[in-house]
């Protein structure tokens, strides 16, 4: 039996969808011995059942064609390209990340401590230096003012020169200690004035001083604590309810800014006082004072008219500077008159120079 042509095995090969030829060799050999298996047959032919199962083995082999669709050969390189690229691992892509974030951490940990440290040395580095400027600059303020304080002992010393001097030379009073005969202290202004118009409407002597913010009432000073305690029991004696007499110390300080010869007058203030109150003590024990006392108040009475106390210019500094003059005059005139008249005057004259030397500086 002849095969014929249509029913032959045939392979196709679809690449892309689009046919193309194939040759196959084994098939070329199949045809070949085809070829002379019908040559043979021809000659020698064959029962029929042998034919049939010919036929049916050819319808088998029919039965077993089939296409082969293969892919491109471009699209192969692209296949293999992506083939090649590995797809990441998030297990391994994690720990970077991990590592990383510990690396930010510990390096804004550590930009932290090192702006901290810089700020800090940076701040007391300023404050340093702060310092430094200040106390160059009170250094110079210092040399000017000592620079001030000497122009006027260098001048010809005439009021044109000492008017020119007021107010640039730094001052401050010493400490004053004394005995004094205390009325009262009151916390009010109102309250100590009414208590003060009270003594004055009786004819006693009397004096309001500022002491720690309060309001004293003093009665009379005295050099001695006896001579303070005699002269609390005359108080009590011309009617004055309940004095007693105690130790008072005026505390120094700064005098603030005056003139040379208000400075001097700061400087001999609480010895020229202490001059005129032995001798108003002298005097109200023994009813005289010694000749040497007499000297000694002749000698600081000149001294303070030197001053010329009338051209000073501060104010507190002014009064107190009068009040001492006149107590030392007068302090002076008991060696002639020695009596109660004399001796109040020179009381009132010592408690008003105490009030106004609380307030210098003040």
Known sequence: ???KPENRKTITIKINGNDRPFQNKETNRQSAERKDSEESKAANPLPEKSVEEVA???EAIEDESFDWIL????ESDDIKEFQLQQAPNKKQSKLPKKIQKGSKRNLSKGMVASIFFAVFFAVVLGTGFGFVLLKMVDTDKTANA???SAAPTQSSGTDSDKQAAAGTVAATKGEISTFVVQYGVYTTKASADSEFNKLSEKGIIAQKVPVDGKTAIYL??????????????????DGVASPYAKEMIFAGGDAGKVSEAEKQFLDAAPAVYSAASNALTSAYADGSISDDTVKKLEEQQNALDKLKISDFKDGAVKKAA???AAGVSGAAALSQDGGAAKQEAVQKALLAFLANYVEIGS
């Open 56 to 58: 049916a083995g050819s």
């Open 220 to 237: 009379g000073v005295a050099a001695e604590l006896d001579s303070a305690k005699n002269m609390k029991t005359d108080k009590e004696a």
């Open 146 to 148: 000592v620079n001030n």
């Open 71 to 74: 892919p491109n050969e471009d």
């Open 1 to 3: 039996m002849t095969e």
């Open 322 to 324: 009068e009040n001492l």
